[in-house]
């Protein structure tokens, strides 16, 4: 298998194929990422994606789940990806095919080009919208702002192909977790995504973020303002959505549907937080301090 970056997916796509598609990040700008640290970007061969899906077939006549493996293989043009697409169901017509989408790769497609995409074989998306947030947006160097995140989405619901997204709370910094949530909460309410992965930031040295934390421009937020800026964000999210924040930078773990189990949700959060001991705050902190990846 060619395999050239690292594989990079959602926690619940662990049991999948990977296919590399493209190797790196186009935009590797955001300050908190090191994802693809000296990985240049470049996409990958179709010959070589061929070979790899022979060489799978080898071992796994059929696959449920396919992740095309990259930092945002959507960014590729509509006419590549229909290539990519058609090539790889050609093999496994009965898998859900899955990549990364960053939001800017939107800006040249049409709702027309997303149809021909999904009618090729991409089956859905998952994009790091991270906030909804405009301060948060610039200050990380996202490369958009919240407007650009509906006008993608829109493109997305026009066309009808399913999405998932990425909160990744923490990011407004100490003091200001819960109004940022809010202000993505009412973003969130305006687009459609089926899935959401609720993550919080942990400032990773070598990183532009961490360089900001030590100069002072950035100030990390505690763990228990945190898990109250999760709570909020889903206090107000109005829209119909599965959120799961089991991950290793998440200090609760849980999967819940919204709207139906918001009481419960909600009520669990409020409980957890009023038990909420130094002791617990400083475990999760130190917890924090030892990740390496976002
Ligand atoms: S967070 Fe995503 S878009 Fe930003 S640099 Fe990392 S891989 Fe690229």
Redesign the pocket.
Known sequence: MHFSGPIVRPQTDADSLFIEVTVG?T????RF?N??EGVPFRMAKLEDIESDLKEAKGYLPTVRKIWANG??PFVMSTEKQIRVWELIKRYYPEARLSTYA?ITDFRNKTVDDIRRIKASGLDDLVI?IESGDDEVLEAVD?GYKSDEIIEACRKLDEAGLDYRMIYLGGLAGAGKLEASAKKSAAIINQIHPYYMYLTTVSVLPGTPLYRDMMEGKFKEATEKERIKEMRELIADVNIPITVNSENAASSVNFTVDLPTEKPLILNELDKFLANFSDDAEKAMSRRRHYMRS?
């Open positions: 990040c935009h590797n700008s955001c990422c994802f693809y930092g945002n960053i790091g996202k976002v």
